[in-house]
């Protein structure tokens, strides 16, 4: 069992997710941020540019779409049903 994991936070910053998940391609991140908020928010490309931080459905979604960052703990309720770590 890893020591000292950080818990996952229920509704993050851009910013935040961005350093979640920086061993992944930031361009990728970036876009899937976007299209998320797009769809959930039903907003566009250049409204969602302007928010700085995620609700916890989008970012449950990320979760989804990207895995349990490493060094993260889900908190309890956080999901219906385990997700898949990276």
Same mark, same amino acid.
Do not use: C, D
């Given at each position: 069992?890893?020591?000292?994991?950080?818990?996952?936070?229920?509704?993050?910053? %851009?910013?935040?997710?961005?350093?979640? @998940?920086? /061993? &992944?391609?930031?361009q990728?991140?970036?876009?899937?941020?976007? =299209? #998320?908020?797009?769809?959930?928010?039903?907003?566009?490309?250049?409204?969602?540019?302007?928010? %700085?931080?995620?609700?916890?459905?989008? @970012?449950? /979604? &990320?979760?989804?779409?990207?895995?349990?960052?490493?060094?993260? =703990? #889900?908190p309890?309720?956080?999901?219906?049903?385990?997700?898949?770590?990276?």
């Open positions: 069992m890893e020591m000292n994991k950080k818990v996952l936070p229920w509704s993050p910053t %851009k910013a935040q997710v961005y350093r979640m @998940f920086s /061993k &992944l391609n930031s990728t991140i970036k876009e899937e941020i976007h =299209e #998320v908020m797009m769809k959930h928010r039903e907003k566009t490309k250049e409204e969602i540019k302007r928010k %700085k931080i995620l609700f916890h459905p989008e @970012f449950q /979604k &990320l979760i989804e779409l990207f895995g349990i960052p490493q060094g993260y =703990e #889900v309890e309720g956080f999901f219906k049903e385990p997700v898949q770590k990276l």
